[in-house]
């Protein structure tokens, strides 16, 4: 029986395939498998001879890009060790309903060993939760993101970034940080954009410029990312480097609320609570921060409770809820809510039974997580 292998390589050149790789089946000599790139895109299929005629009695059935089935692609990364074969088979799964999160990172993995950085990105993100059938590791999960961005993968960039402007597993490195998150807005990923202005805003990492922070937070707010959103709403609501606007505050943390970003909704209610913004309702505020509260925000489950507490125009004075407010804002994190819970009994406030080794404890844990006062109070 004839060896078709260049006649193959031969027919298949003639359909615009270029780095073409014949296997000839073992099981049906007559079939030869191929791998090949037609411009810019990985193909693959089988060329079926039948020699009954000649040599051009043939078959093919050619696959490319996405076309190529999954069972073929994760075959061919396996087997042939090919990288872009590995990230489509990476891309398929990531697509799929429902994600099969551990195989995408696993393909991901071998494409990102094979020279496709922007697969890497996958590999770092499953590296910096410890999910996704990898160990958590976060210096590897920032080596990943920057081989993805070094790719131009803004979102590598992004992740790089913020990894280094907080010093996860590692020093902090602002400035490294926001050189990063710089490159994913050169990149026109506009989440990058809003932090880097944060990083003007501040003045961590860059020199504090607000002009700069203004511009950039804005742009980033235009294309709905509610953080940038909320964050712009904090420069006009503290007057920073802007003329102080409640009302223009209040609107762009309304913005950042109807982009999900629940902190914009929580810094609305804030000014509402406290009879500040265009249209004061301190009971609407009462009742947003209650809700986001019982959605599991600690920082509205204190605002409430200190308003519970103080008691304001329409929103009366009621300790005794005050007081389970601030154990479930305890629980969720807030120093300041710990401390309040101290304060409770030491004083038996709000129907509490007074307990000084109670109030101790809760004084002792408001001080380990950095409440200076609440220091004070466990040494009285």
């Known amino acids: 029986m004839s060896d078709h292998t260049d006649d193959a390589r031969r027919l298949l050149g003639e359909q615009n395939l270029v780095e073409v790789e014949v296997t000839r089946s073992a099981d049906e000599p007559l079939r030869y498998d191929f791998v090949a790139r037609r411009e810019q895109t990985l193909c693959a299929g089988e060329l079926t001879f039948d020699e009954r005629f000649s040599i051009d009695a043939y078959t093919t059935h050619i696959m490319c890009g996405t076309g190529i089935t999954p069972t073929q692609l994760e075959s061919m990364c396996e087997n042939d060790e090919n990288g872009e074969a590995c990230e489509l088979a990476s891309s398929l799964l990531r697509d799929a309903e429902p994600v099969d999160l551990v195989r995408m990172t696993h393909f991901a993995n071998r494409a990102c060993e094979r020279d496709r950085p922007r697969a890497c990105f996958y590999v770092g993100v499953a590296q910096e939760l410890g999910d996704r059938g990898m160990p958590q590791n976060h210096n590897l999960a920032f080596v990943n993101y920057s081989r993805a961005c070094d790719n131009e993968s803004p979102v590598g960039c992004f992740n790089a970034g913020l990894m280094r402007y907080r010093g996860d597993g590692s020093l902090v490195q602002r400035d490294v940080g926001c050189q990063l998150l710089a490159r994913s807005c050169e990149l026109e990923y506009q989440p990058g954009c809003g932090e880097v202005g944060q990083c003007y805003r501040d003045g961590q990492g860059v020199p504090r410029d607000f002009n700069r922070a203004r511009e950039l937070l804005s742009g980033a707010c235009d294309e709905d990312i509610g953080i940038a959103c909320a964050n712009l709403g904090k420069m006009y609501e503290i007057g920073q480097g802007v003329e102080q606007s409640d009302t223009r505050a209040f609107g762009y943390y309304g913005r950042a609320c109807a982009q999900h970003f629940e902190g914009g909704c929580r810094y609305a209610a804030y000014l509402q609570l406290h009879g500040r913004g265009p249209v004061p309702n301190r009971a609407i505020g009462a009742r ?93």
Do not use: K, W
């Open 288 to 380: 947003v921060m209650a809700r986001l509260c019982s959605n599991g925000d600690a920082y509205a489950c204190t605002d409430i409770g200190v308003a519970l507490h103080e008691g304001y125009p329409n929103v009366p004075r009621d300790r005794a809820r005050a007081y389970q407010y601030f154990r479930t804002a305890c629980e969720g994190g807030s120093s300041a809510s710990c401390r309040n819970v101290g304060v409770y009994f030491r004083g038996g406030l709000g129907g509490v039974t007074r307990d000084l080794n109670q109030a101790r404890t809760y004084f002792q844990r408001a001080c380990q997580a950095g409440n200076q006062e609440a220091c004070t109070d466990a040494r009285g």
